[in-house]
């Protein structure tokens, strides 16, 4: 069954701020993060909740957005501000469940993902 649903995506100006979020069904996360995939480029990933709270961002988006979770909704956000047009992309949730087969991002193995929300930022 769906388990990530994202929304809040769209088109903004260069500077504008969205908010993603990101509900999720499921229950026994490890972490928690969201990624991007641009046309032509691999997938990255830009901020993840890890199992012990800390917060960690990929460095263009450092100081522009911040990763959080409404713990009692199990909703995780992503808060971006002073978008670019680089920031335009496909953006993905993604849990790591503590099950078998995900795709390894440092200490976290992301297995269940969303079906993405389209951010795209014009100059």
């Known amino acids: 069954q769906v388990q990530l649903v994202e929304s809040g995506g769209g088109s903004v100006q260069a500077g504008e701020s969205l908010r993603l979020a990101c509900q999720d069904s499921g229950i026994n996360r490890v972490c928690v993060g969201w990624f991007r995939q641009a046309p032509g480029k691999e997938r990255e990933e830009v901020a993840v909740?890890?199992?012990?709270?800390?917060?960690t961002y990929e460095d263009s988006v450092k100081g522009r957005f911040v990763i959080s979770k409404n713990y009692g909704k199990n909703i995780l956000y992503l808060q971006m501000h002073s978008l670019k047009p680089e920031d335009s992309a496909m953006y993905y949730c993604a849990v790591d469940s503590g099950g078998f087969g995900g795709t390894s991002y440092g200490d976290c193995a992301f297995d269940i993902w969303g079906q993405g929300t389209q951010v795209t930022v014009s100059s």
């Open positions: 909740i890890h199992d012990d709270g800390k917060t």
